[in-house]
């Protein structure tokens, strides 16, 4: 689980696609919410850091898939996609602890 840059990263629908084939984690912000899109054991997931499991780790809100394309467009979000919020949200690279 990494830990929430304080800078943003200039990330659109256009270009979130690379970033995390590129980079394999990002935050992203929307709204008054915060999800952290991660790859892991060969699997795409996004994961809500405002509900922590038992392991004090952040909840699944999406399914695990295989590709980066299937985790965009899953509808997780407040029943959006990542693309389709990416253009309001504000995204912030994740770095280690």
């Known amino acids: ?5 304080e800078e943003t990263v200039e990330i659109g629908p256009d270009t979130l696609d690379g970033y995390l084939r590129a980079n394999t984690r990002v935050f992203a912000e929307v709204g008054e919410k915060t999800y952290y899109v991660t790859h892991t054991d060969g699997y795409w997931r996004v994961q809500d850091c ?48």
């Open 50 to 97: 405002g509900r922590l499991n038992d392991k004090g780790h952040f909840t699944d809100c999406s399914d695990l898939v295989p590709t980066v394309d299937e985790v965009l467009n899953l509808p997780c979000i407040d029943g959006k996609s990542l693309l389709e919020v990416a253009a309001d949200a504000s995204f912030h690279a994740s770095v280690d602890e």
């Open 1 to 5: 689980m990494g830990k929430m840059a």
